[in-house]
């Protein structure tokens, strides 16, 4: 059972449709948005929670903000069911709190997004339950569309999440800052991809840090210098930042 039919929900649900076990209903609270995810895996849809099938695991997979309101509602429901969430910021213990008997956590690091399907097969998908029992059903079910499965508590989870916003969200918006710039000044984003491609492809190699290469790592004050005169005040407030950081950093080399 899923309960959300978002970005991560709609990986979740075409990872278990291709493994094999699809979601027997997805909610949302629009028609649109439930029916479409459950035309794709052959699944019952609804809007209404109360509606739903029977089942032995519920996933919640839905904004942060609207989930603590949704398991209260799933909890009432699925009394005897494994209930879990797929959010990398909030404790597992808000299922708890919401009536759950039994629990859990099933969080695959990775960017997702409806119109860019992408494979959880190797995707590190972390996991955390309520007891040892459920851990085991939990682990199982990961492992039917992850390779690669770990335990990691509620607070490991916080870290990895805040840790993924620096390594995908704040990378991708220092890619629109690239592209703003270039477009600026008639120049194409796309001379931008065989770099930001090999600079990916290097911290499979060698760590962020031996990767690292730039005028801030060489501490060549000159180019920054000339870069810093180029740029607008929001461009320049990050550049410095960025540099002062990767030089500081340098320093521990």
Known sequence: MLVGAGNMATAIALAFDKAGNPPVAVWSRTAESAGLLAGMVGAEWCTDIDSLPHADIVIISIVDSALRELAVKVAAKYT??????????????????????????LYPMQTVSKNNAVS???????????DDVV????????????????????????YLHVAAVFACNFSNAVYNMA????????????????????AA???????????????????????????????DDELLAVYSVMSDYIMKKNRQL
């Open 179 to 198: 592209a703003d710039l270039l477009e600026e000044h008639g120049l194409p984003f796309e001379a931008m991809l065989p770099l930001i491609d090999e």
């Open 80 to 105: 005897d069911a494994v209930i879990l969430h797929t959010a990398g910021s909030i404790d597992m213990a808000v299922l708890h709190e919401c009536g759950a008997k039994r629990y859990g956590v």
């Open 120 to 130: 959880l097969a190797d995707v590190t998908t972390f996991i955390e339950a309520s």
């Open 135 to 158: 851990l085991s059903r939990v682990e199982a079910l990961a492992r039917t569309i992850s390779n690669k499965v770990v335990y990691a508590t509620s607070e490991q989870r916080c």
């Open 201 to 231: 492809r290097k911290v499979h190699r060698m760590s962020p840090k031996e990767a690292q290469t730039g005028p801030a790592r060489r501490g060549d004050a000159n180019v920054m210098n000339a870069h810093k005169a180029m740029l």
